[in-house]
């Protein structure tokens, strides 16, 4: 696959970018995730506030999930460009 002249130090460097990207947004996911899991009870019936924090968990564990898958299709891709390179 062509790398339109980009040189191994290159696809490392946007390797560790995007790795870095990735980090971000799922700190920055996770934190939101967080923040409205911490609703206060007070304000809602409980049943409400237990469905509703078992729903985020379920939205946690499929972005863990789509994370995971992009990640390894991002490892499959990137391997493929550096055979390619040698």
Same mark, same amino acid.
């Given at each position: 696959?062509?790398?339109? $002249?980009?040189? #191994? %130090?290159?696809?490392?460097?946007? %390797?560790?970018?995007? +790795? ?5 947004? !799922?700190? /920055?996911? *996770? +934190? ?5 899991? #911490?609703?206060?009870? #007070? ?11 078992? &729903?985020?968990?379920? %939205? /946690?564990?499929?972005?863990? /999930? @789509?994370?995971? !898958? *992009?990640? !390894? &299709?991002?490892?499959? #891709?990137?391997?493929?460009?550096? &055979? $390619?390179? @040698?």
């Amino acid at each position: 696959m062509p790398t339109n $002249g980009l040189n #191994k %130090t290159a696809v490392q460097i946007l %390797t560790w970018v995007v +790795y870095a990207l990735m980090m971000i947004l !799922s700190v /920055a996911t *996770f +934190y939101l995730i967080v923040e409205q899991a #911490k609703m206060p009870d #007070k304000y809602v019936r409980l049943e409400r506030y237990q469905a509703d924090t078992e &729903r985020i968990e379920n %939205t /946690a564990c499929r972005l863990e /999930a @789509k994370f995971d !898958s *992009f990640e !390894s &299709r991002l490892n499959n #891709k990137l391997d493929e460009i550096l &055979r $390619g390179q @040698k």
